[in-house]
């Protein structure tokens, strides 16, 4: 063998014995990726981010249609709440009524003749889109037109809080309207309630059924009513308590006629 080839077989080997003892003596460094393994073990694990729940998922939805221009009223509903109570709601008596009927009425009406010779001061109130008349027996459909103005934005109210609350649409119905003289004492003639000075009289008060509700027709044929009397009465008295305590008007509350007895103001 020559002498250099012995030299680097000798080196060789000196540089492989160097490497076994640094090894034995100090493995840390030796194996440095184990370190890189280790640090990477103490490294905590990002927490995962949560997904919305259907509740967070509705809201942010509400949201964004509540902050478009586009937003569909029936989207997001209102609660159907009603009143506490339907007598504390409308207590305002026959006598409130009447002051208020004689400071914005009419001299009385005698019959239905006079009535049709007194147009230019009341309005005819027998046709509406939001609510229905009933065949009346004991009145005339005419009103002054303080209280004519009131019963449509009634009706207007009405048919909006039906359409946030995701309601179909149904007319209230008014059930008396304008009594003459003759209509007051053939009236008590039969219920002892009537009273003789009536606010009917004046052209200024009006009845609306709590209990008797007209769907709208499809295609114009009459539908079947879809929503119970008293869904649809507990969204009515929250009309008309709205108007009461905007100071629109006064109303009481009439268990046995079934009626919201309701005078402008």
């Known amino acids: 063998m020559k002498p250099i080839q012995h030299h680097y077989i000798f080196f060789l ?14 493995p840390s460094i030796a194996s440095p990726t184990d370190d890189v393994s280790a640090a990477a073990d103490s490294i905590p694990a990002p927490a995962a981010v949560p997904l919305p729940s259907d509740t967070d998922s509705i809201a942010a939805s509400q949201i964004t249609q509540t902050q478009s221009s586009e937003v569909k009223i029936g989207d997001i509903k209102h609660p159907v709440i009603g009143v506490s109570s339907y007598r504390e709601e409308f207590p305002d008596t026959n006598d409130l009524q009447l002051t ?26 027998g ?11 004991n009145s ?6 303080r209280a004519s103005i009131l019963l449509q934005d009634i ?46 009289l004046y052209g200024t008060t009006f009845d609306i059924a709590y209990n008797k509700y007209e769907p709208l027709t499809r295609n114009g044929k009459v539908v ?42």
């Not at 003289?181 to 039969?190: A, E, G, I, N």
């Not at 009513?225 to 109303?251: F, G, H, Q």
């Open 155 to 200: 009706g207007r109210a009405y048919y909006d809080s039906l359409v946030v609350k995701g309601l179909p649409l149904h007319q209230f119905i008014v059930t008396s309207i304008l009594r003459t003289s003759d209509d007051v004492q053939r009236l008590r003639r039969s219920n002892r309630n009537a009273t003789e000075n009536s606010c009917h």
């Open 13 to 26: 080997g000196c540089l492989v014995l160097v490497l076994a003892l640094i090894r034995c003596m100090a």
């Open 100 to 125: 208020s009927a004689q400071q914005w009425g009419v001299e009385p009406v005698i019959d239905r003749e006079n009535a049709e010779n007194r147009k230019m001061e009341l309005v005819y109130v």
């Open 127 to 137: 046709a509406s889109p939001y609510y229905r008349v009933a065949k009346l027996k």
């Open 140 to 145: 005339i459909p005419y009103l002054v037109p």
């Open 224 to 265: 079947r009513r879809e929503v119970p009397s008293d869904t649809l009465k507990w969204v009515l008295s929250e009309v008309l308590r709205d108007m009461r305590n905007a100071k629109r008007c006064y109303i009481k509350y009439e268990v046995k006629q079934g009626c919201f007895h309701v005078t402008t103001r």
